[in-house]
C-alpha cells in the first residue's frame, strides 16, 4: 500500500496535477454540528417517529419497531430542518444498536419533502451492544429542506432500536480514498486466446525498459522479453510500460507475468471462458424480467417472486395509467425487463438493447466465424428452453413483447406512438425486491425517439423470428409500419430532460439517428424502396458517425451502419456502407495502438462516460464487424484485444465483469442483488458488467472519495455508486455481442 501511495505522488508532481482528491473546503474551514439533540441526554426533543414507540431511555433514543412491515421506510425516526450546503463535505455519525441482532437500519441524510432524494445513505447491519458508525459525503445540492433519518422497518418481527450520539458535522476534509490496485503487473485476469494477441500494462517509475517473465502455474518460467516503456498514460496518469507476449500460444491455466518485482495476477490462455461468458452474459437478462417468478431450478439462488403483476404491495403493470394529464385510458405493460438496478422499463432504452442481442444473434447466422447453434435452444436455462426457438431469441422475445405493449392503441391521439417509459412516481429505496414495490406505477407521455425504437426493433424482429413464429414476424412489422407511420406524423415529439424522478430520463433532442436506424431495419426487414429511399437520403447515412466516444441508447446511427453493412440486401452503394464500418474501425484500430492500455476508447478530454465500459465494448463491435467484413486478422485481433481492459489489463487491476477475474465488481448499484446492504440477497449474477469509470461522478457516494478522479480511476465498486457501477441491459447486451464474437475466435488454433 505504501509504495503505492508515493508512485502516485510522484507521478502527480511530474504531472503537475493533483491524482488524488483535493478538498472541497479551504483549509481551516469551520467544523459546524448541523443536528440538534443528538445526545439524548434529557429528552427526545427536536426528532420525530413514524411508525414506531421511542421515547428516551438512560441518554439514548430507544424505539420498539413493530413487526410485518415491507420498506425499510415504514417505520422511522428523524429530525427536519437540517441544512446542507453543495459542495461541502459532512461527517455523519452515530451510535445504533438492535435487539434481536441482525436486524439492519437504513441511516439516511436526504430531502424531508417530496420526491425525498437520497443524499447519502448506509446499511449497517445492527446488534447488541451498540456499535458506532461514521462516514463522510459531499451533498450534491444546496437545501434547507434536509432530514437525517433512520428508517427501521422490512421486518417480520419486532425489535428493538436504540440509537446515540447523532451528528451531522459540516465543513470536514474530504476522506481519502485509495483503492487496492494490486499488483502493479495489469493482464487480462480472466484468459487470452492461444492464437489470440497478449498483451499487458505494467504500471511503474522506471523510464528504461525492464525484463518480463511469463511463468506457468508451476512457476517455471516459459518465456520471456522485454516491456516497452510508453510515458505517462493520459487515462490514468500513470508511467507505463506495454508487455507483447503473444508469440506464447501454449494453453493452461494458471500463469502470471512477472516484471519490476512485481507478479500478476492469475490469468489462463484457452476458450473456456470465453464459451462460458458468451451464455452468462446472455443469461443475465432472464432475472432481469418482471412480471414472471424466477425459478431457483434455473438460477440456484436467485429465485424471486414474480414484479409488478399487482399482488400486493405491488400495484402491478396490469392496469398503468398515464401521468397526470398525459392520457386517459390504461395499458397493460406486464413483462419485459427492468432496465438496470431500478425497477423502470425504459422502451428507448429497452431497444437499443434488443438490437443489440438480435444482432448478436442475427451476426452467428450471417458471419463467417458465426456459429448460431451457441446461442439455440437449451443454451441459456430459461423457462422456455426446448421450445425449438433459439433460447437467446426467446429470451428477448419477453422485451419485445413489452415493447409492443407500449404502443398507443388506435383510436386514441397519438395512436401508434410509443409511451417513452413506465416506472415509479418515486424512487424507491435499496434494498427492494421487484415484488415488494409499492409505488404507484405511470405511464409517461409517447416520444418520437421511443416510436422509432420500437419501429426498428419490431421490424428487426420481423425477419429474424419469421422462421419460428410466422405469426409473430407479422405483427412486429405491422406495429413496426404503425410506429414508422405516427413517428413521421409526429417527428418532434421529445421526453423531457425534466422527468427524471422515480426513473431515469433517457432523453434524447436529436432523433435523426432514430429515423435512420428504423429506416434502415424496415428496410432490411422489407426491401421496400420507400425505406431505402428514407436511408439512402438521410444526412446520417454518409455521416462520419464513428466517434471516438463510440454509440449508445441516444445515439443509435451505427445500429443502422452495422446492419446496413452485413445484413444482405439490394441497397444502392452498399459497399461503401461497408467501407464506412471499415474506415471507422481503422479509427478505433489506431486509438487501441496507441493506447498504452490498448483499447479503443479515448474519449475527448479524456472524459470517461457514463457507462463507459459497454462505450469500449461497443467501439470493438465496430472493429469485430470490420473483421467480419475484410476477413483481415488485424480487426480480429484488435476486438479481441479489447477484452483484455474490461477483464482488468486497467488502472484498477480490476475486472469489470461479475464473477470473472481474480478481483471483479460485485457490488453493482442494485435492489434486488443488494448483498452489500442485505447479506441475505445475492450478488449480481456471474457474468453481469459493470458500469465503470465515469468522470462526472453524479453520485454523492462518488462525488466524497473520487473527487478529482483521473479517467479510468472514477470508479468504485460499492452499491451506492449508480453513476459508476450499475449494471443494466444496454450495458449486457454490448457484453453479450462481443463475448459471443471472442468465443468464435477461440476454434482457431
Ligand atoms: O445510462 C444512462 C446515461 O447514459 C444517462 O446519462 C443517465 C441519465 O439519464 O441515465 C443512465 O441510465 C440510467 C437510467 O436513467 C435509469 N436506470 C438506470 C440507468 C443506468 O444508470
Known sequence: MKRRRTTLLTLAALLGTALTALPAQQAGAEETEQVRNGTFDTSTDAWWTSNVVAGPEGGRLCADVPGGTINRWDSAVGQDGITLVKGETYRFSFSASGVPEGHAVRAIVGQSVSPYATWHEATPVLGEPAGSYSYTFTS??????????????????????????????????????????????????????????????????????????????????????????????????????????????????????????????????????????????????????????????????????????????????????????????????????????????????????????????????????????????????????????????????WELEFLLKMQVPTGQPLAGMAHHKIHDEQWTGLPLLPSDDPQKRELHPPSTAATLNLAATAAQAARLYKPYDRQFAAKALAAARKAWAAARAHPDVYASESDGVGGGTYADGDVTDEFYWAAAELYLSTGDKAFADHVLNSPVHTADIFVPAGYDWARTAAAARLDLATVPSGLPGRDKVRQSVVKGADRYLATLGSHPYGMPYAPAGNLYDWGSNHQVLHNAVVIATAYDITGASKYRDGAVQSMDYIFGRNALNISYVTGYGEVHSHNQHARWYAHQLDPSQPNPPKGTLAGGPNSSIQDPLAQSRLQGCVGQFCYIDDIQSWSTNEHTINWNSALTRMASFVADQGRRG
Open 140 to 397: 450534491p445540492v444546496d437545501s434547507a429542506q434536509g432530514q437525517v433519518a433512520f428508517q427501521v422497518g422490512g421486518s417480520a418481527d419486532p425489535w428493538r432500536f436504540c440509537l446515540d450520539d447523532v451528528s451531522l458535522l459540516g465543513g470536514v476534509p474530504p476522506e481519502g480514498y485509495e483503492p487496492d490496485t494490486g499488483p502493479r503487473v495489469r493482464v487480462n485476469q480472466v484468459a487470452y486466446l492461444p492464437a489470440g494477441p497478449k498483451n499487458a500494462t505494467l504500471v511503474t517509475d522506471a523510464t528504461a525498459r525492464l525484463p518480463w517473465e511469463l511463468r506457468s502455474a508451476a512457476g517455471a518460467t516459459v518465456a520471456r522479453g522485454w516491456t516497452v516503456p510508453r510515458g505517462v498514460d493520459v487515462s490514468s496518469g500513470q508511467n507505463v510500460h506495454s508487455i507483447d507476449f503473444g508469440a506464447h500460444r501454449t494453453r493452461g491455466t494458471g500463469f502470471t507475468l512477472v516484471a519490476d518485482g512485481e507478479t500478476s495476477h492469475p490469468f489462463d490462455i484457452g476458450t473456456a471462458a470465453y464459451e462460458r461468458l458468451r451464455l452468462d452474459a446472455a443469461k443475465y437478462y432472464y432475472t432481469q424480467r418482471s412480471g414472471i417468478a424466477i425459478r431457483d431450478d434455473l438460477r440456484p439462488g436467485y429465485a424471486r417472486p414474480a414484479g409488478h403483476l399487482g399482488v400486493a404491495p405491488n400495484r402491478g403493470d396490469r392496469d398503468v395509467p398515464c401521468q397526470p394529464g398525459v392520457c386517459d385510458y390504461t395499458l397493460d405493460v406486464t413483462g419485459g425487463w427492468y432496465d438496470a438496478g431500478d425497477h423502470g422499463k425504459y422502451v428507448v432504452n429497452g431497444g437499443i438493447s434488443v438490437w443489440e442481442l438480435l444482432s448478436t444473434y442475427e451476426r452467428e447466422r450471417l458471419a463467417r466465424t458465426g456459429e448460431s447453434e451457441k446461442l439455440g435452444d437449451g443454451t441459456l436455462a430459461i423457462p422456455e428452453s426446448g421450445n425449438k426457438v433459439p433460447d437467446l431469441l426467446d429470451e428477448v422475445r
